[in-house]
T-cell receptor, first 113, second 113 residues
């Protein structure tokens, strides 16, 4: 069935470091891909999305490119800040699964000053 | 611009008590979801609905019930609360399009003692 696999956390980086959080997926059709962010004590909010192959989603300095050939949607940021500390979730949506959102397990990111 | 509103934000229940978590959205979304998130964990789908009058079980429905009498409202009922139901509960909504994101409420933190 459809699934999403994220790298395990926590990921601990120093401020201004380069960030990559890996996300790969398995889907039988043509999914849309999403990254959500959850700040401490809050609900999830959309960070970025991509709806077809080779699309690049971007927001707040974060980027992710929809790679159909490697079934990946890795999240990257060139220079992280302490305020980026949060849990990041990768998810996919596909018509064949009745538009359900299939979620990764989440990756906790800790940025140290 | 309310989006998805959940009430209450916090609640402490005694074992065996019952309660209803309220969720309402003002975006006219057909799809609504209830998730639970245990500490340090990802999201688990409890129930979902694809429209008024239609509900279906997710992966962890035991101990919960839902109803969907209107497009806007999707309450979650806990009967005979148990300590295993201590969690943070999130309601979400979206339109039935693979490319659209889900919108989340701020969550209800429930403790069963």
């Amino acid at each position: 069935g459809d699934s999403v696999t994220q790298m395990e956390g926590p990921v601990t980086l120093s401020e201004e470091a380069f960030l990559t959080i890996n996300c790969t997926y398995t889907a039988t059709g043509y999914p849309s891909l999403f990254w959500y962010v959850q700040y401490p004590g809050e609900g999830l909010q959309l960070l970025l999305k991509a709806t077809k192959a080779d699309d690049k989603g971007s927001n707040k300095g974060f980027e992710a490119t929809y790679r159909k050939e490697t079934t990946s949607f890795h999240l990257e940021k060139g220079s992280v800040q302490v305020s980026d500390s949060a849990v990041y979730f990768c998810a996919l949506s596909i018509r064949d699964s009745n538009y359900q959102l299939i979620w990764g397990a989440g990756t906790k990111l800790i940025i140290k000053p | 611009n309310a989006g998805v509103t959940q009430t209450p934000k916090f609640r402490i229940l005694k074992i065996g008590q019952s309660m209803t978590l309220q969720c309402t959205q003002d975006m006219n979304h057909n799809y609504m979801y209830w998730y639970r998130q245990d500490p340090g964990m990802g999201l688990k789908l409890i129930y979902y609905s694809v429209g008024a009058g239609i509900t279906d079980k997710g992966e962890v429905p035991n101990g919960y019930n839902v109803s969907r009498s209107t497009t806007e409202d999707f309450p979650l009922r806990l009967e005979l609360a148990a300590p295993s139901q201590t969690s943070v509960y999130f309601c979400a909504s979206r339109s039935p399009d693979r490319a659209t994101e889900a919108f989340f409420g701020q969550g209800t933190r429930l403790t069963v003692v």
